[in-house]
């Protein structure tokens, strides 16, 4: 393992020291995948326009700082979130640049992180000032890509303590949620009618929780087991960006066919990577 050889600082290091940078880029994790979640609240309640467009303020109280009604709440909301994540991504990735003993691995991904932060912010901006579909779609990627680096370097940092049982635990995991999705998309039932924005968070709640299984099944995979049990593992991460790509276009029926193809695809490999680890194990 490679580190980083970057003069520590004593105030960074008592803060690790104390609370681990495994649990601060853990709890980075969490507040990331918290704003990805209240923002698909905003936008499936129709609430991105709310706080009267206005950015970075929201439309009451002093110096219109505070939401004047529900739909408002959820925007400012999502904003006051986004606010904390953005400090933890910062802090996250100062810590890991400035401390000698993390991963260097873990340094590039979370700075990458810090790097795309300020892009979300503007994408941010330009979904309450403009509001187009591009944006809209801009927007979340970028944040899914935010997601996805800090889960990497998340699992990175906790792999030395991760097992082969936690490989069979998440694509047990994968099992039992992906089902899940299919049935809260609108491909079930009439369509994006009764697409609610219950619906909608908690499809998006159960898609990171298959990019989470994806990953650590993959990552955890490579370390702990060799042969042919890692081909399905790898190439589960792929089938969940294509899940997670069709399921957002799944209200159009054209791509109905191509998003049940990638949820089949995908639980066909789940399967197969949880046989195969169970007979190796």
Same mark, same amino acid.
């Given at each position: ?185 609108? $491909?079930?039932?009439? !369509?994006?009618?009764?697409?609610? %924005? /219950?619906?909608? #968070?908690?499809?998006? +709640?159960? =898609?990171? &929780? @298959? ?31 294509? $899940?997670?790509?069709? !399921?957002?276009?799944?209200?159009? %029926? /054209?791509?109905? #066919?191509?998003?049940? +193809?990638? =949820?089949? &695809? @995908? ?15």
């Amino acid at each position: 393992m490679s580190y980083d050889n970057h003069t520590p600082d004593s105030r960074l290091r008592s803060l690790t020291d104390r609370f681990g940078y495994t649990h601060l880029l853990t709890t980075t994790l969490v507040l990331v995948a918290a704003t990805i979640l209240l923002g698909v609240a905003a936008k499936a309640t129709g609430s991105g326009l709310a706080c009267q467009a206005n950015w970075p303020q929201c439309d009451a109280g002093p110096y219109n700082l505070l939401p004047a009604n529900l739909p408002s709440f959820y925007e400012w909301f999502h904003r006051f979130v986004a606010m904390f994540a953005g400090f933890a991504i910062i802090g996250s990735a100062l810590a890991a640049w400035r401390l000698p003993d993390i991963d260097r691995r873990v340094t590039g991904l979370v700075v990458l992180g810090m790097l795309l932060t300020p892009v979300q912010v503007a994408l941010g901006r330009e979904t309450v000032t403009q509001y187009t579909m591009n944006i809209l779609s801009l927007h979340f990627w970028t944040a899914v890509t935010i997601f996805t680096l800090f889960l990497v370097a998340t699992v990175l940092v906790w792999a030395p303590r991760l097992t082969t049982t936690h490989v069979t635990g998440a694509l047990a995991l994968g099992i039992v949620a992906l089902p899940g999705h299919v049935i809260l998309s609108p $491909v079930v039932d009439a !369509g994006i009618e009764t697409y609610s %924005p /219950t619906m909608q #968070l908690v499809q998006y +709640a159960v =898609t990171l &929780a @298959l990019l989470g299984a994806a990953i650590i099944a993959a990552m955890v995979g490579r370390r702990r087991i060799t042969g042919r049990a890692m081909t399905p593992l790898l190439v589960a991460p792929p089938l969940v960006v294509l $899940v997670l790509f069709f !399921g957002r276009q799944a209200v159009n %029926p /054209t791509l109905e #066919l191509p998003y049940l +193809a990638a =949820t089949a &695809a @995908l639980f066909a490999t789940f399967v197969a990577g949880f046989v195969l680890t169970r007979r190796r194990g």
